[in-house]
């Protein structure tokens, strides 16, 4: 009889430590596709992370350059300032010199 309750006992215990097994493994696929979820996760922060250092790189040589660029704009506009100053001169005398030899013609 006391052999017959530890077998019946010794039955119930091996179930469950199957059903442990089981509930076991579960957890374990469980918790690892949760870290699976998370290395891609970091891989996907990671890639932003990089994609934003690029970025702000990106940024500031555009910055530089526009920086640039105005300067030349700027020296452009003073040639060109330069430029229309010799043509009015020019004009003048042009103007001047035609009014010149009109009135000596006159004479």
């Known amino acids: 009889m006391q052999r017959d309750g530890l077998q019946a006992r010794l039955t119930q215990l091996e179930r469950e430590l199957e059903?442990?097994?089981?509930n076991s493994a579960k957890l374990q696929r469980q918790l690892d596709n949760w870290q699976d979820l998370k290395k891609g996760d970091h891989a996907e922060l990671e890639t932003l992370r990089n994609k934003k250092v690029?970025?702000?790189?990106?940024?500031?040589?555009?910055k530089a350059e526009v920086e640039r660029l105005e300067k030349v704009v700027e020296?452009?506009?003073?040639?060109?300032?330069?430029?229309?100053?010799?043509?009015?001169?020019?004009?003048?005398?042009?103007?001047?010199?035609?009014h010149t030899i009109y009135s000596t013609n006159l004479l």
């Open 19 to 22: 059903e442990h097994k089981d």
């Open 54 to 62: 690029e970025l702000e790189v990106e940024g500031q040589e555009a």
């Open 75 to 98: 020296k452009e506009r003073g040639r060109v300032a330069k430029l229309k100053d010799v043509l009015r001169e020019w004009k003048v005398r042009f103007l001047f010199g035609c």
